[in-house]
């Protein structure tokens, strides 16, 4: 094999996690690279992991290197490639007596673990590491991770892979198209209900969507809806959150992250703003991404929004100001 690769993923006994983690070391993800894991759980179920171990060993993945786990977050992410930090606090648990419902919750609870493990990130990972957070709420999550590694060498990314994809799937449908046929699928914002789905900039067989898809209302009441509420309809349908297609998400991430990318293409993640489409600098919010020939990760700058795209726009940008509002005590 021509290299190898370090993958840290937290959260390694979950659901996501296990239809995550075999894929990794599957030949495709990191191509012909050797992959060595090293597996993060909470000390209360670290121990499950072993037989995710085993269930690993038993599948005879040729790529697959060393594998370790750990509830030490700080010994897992030395000299680490990339980092899929899939483990948080979810909605509807009970955590220190109190049902966690509210989203400012979830936002005080997870960021305090979020400063913990950027601090491990920053000094133990490798200096042009990448790290994608799947742990909702994700954007947040990676700003106080990012803030507190206080590495700028490494790239911080929070997932919209898994919305982009929702995306597609819904506009293959609306225009009689294989779901391959749909590409450049920008979720603009905050991974929440607030992000804005773009249906104009899409890219189906080749034309934007603009000029396949003369359906305004349909847009506003039905697509931007259907994807915002996915999740939850997910949910509600199966009792449990997303896990084989969030895993999914978070590989495609992944791919598209050390993947050049074929001129005019981009892929859909949440970067620190640069100040790009009228984004405050630093924000972590959802933008067309491409990456060059040298690992590196640039938004892509050339897409036109139109008035209507604005709009939505703004409406996730002013949430992810608020809620970095909510955060600020736990950054420098």
């Keep these: 094999m021509s290299s190898s690769v370090k993958v840290v993923v937290t959260g390694a006994a979950g659901q996501i996690a296990y239809s995550l983690i075999p894929r990794l070391v599957d030949g495709k993800t990191f191509g012909n690279k050797k992959v060595d894991l090293s597996l993060v759980e909470i ?14 060993e038993d599948s005879y993945f040729p790529n697959m290197g060393d594998v370790t786990y750990t509830d030490n977050f700080e010994e897992a992410s030395k000299d680490a490639d990339w980092f899929l930090l899939v483990g948080s606090i979810p909605r509807g648990i009970v955590y220190n007596g109190k049902k966690i419902e509210e989203r400012s919750d979830l936002l005080s609870i997870n960021g305090g673990i979020f400063v913990d493990q950027g601090k ?21 999550n990676a700003l106080i991770g990012k803030d507190a590694a206080n590495n700028n060498s490494q790239t911080w990314l929070a997932m919209t892979m898994l919305d982009s994809n929702r995306a597609k799937s819904v506009i293959a449908k609306k225009t009689n ?5 749909v590409s450049n699928m920008i979720i603009w914002g905050n991974h929440s209900p607030t992000m804005y789905p773009d249906a104009e900039n899409v890219v189906i067989n080749g034309e934007l969507g603009s000029s396949i898809i003369n359906d305004m209302e349909w847009i506003e009441s039905d697509f931007i809806p259907t994807v915002q509420q996915r999740g939850k309809a997910v949910i509600d349908a199966r009792g449990a959150s997303s896990a084989t297609s969030a895993a999914k998400a978070a590989i495609d991430t992944v791919i598209a992250s050390e993947s050049p990318a074929v001129s005019g293409e981009c892929f859909s993640a949440a970067i620190a703003s640069d100040g790009s489409y009228d984004v405050p600098e630093g924000l972590i919010c959802g933008y067309p991404l491409i990456t060059l020939d040298d690992g590196t990760i640039e938004i892509k700058r050339d897409i036109s929004l139109s008035d209507f795209a604005k709009s939505k726009f703004k409406i996730s940008i002013d949430e992810l100001i608020s809620e970095r509002e909510a955060v600020k005590h736990l950054m420098k």
């Design 177 to 181: 198209n294989n779901i391959s046929d």
């Design 120 to 140: 491990a990130i920053g000094a133990y990972g490798k200096e042009n590491a990448k790290i994608l957070v799947v742990g909702n709420p994700a954007n947040t």
């Design 43 to 56: 000390p209360q179920v670290v121990s499950k992991l072993e037989g995710l171990v085993m269930e690993l």
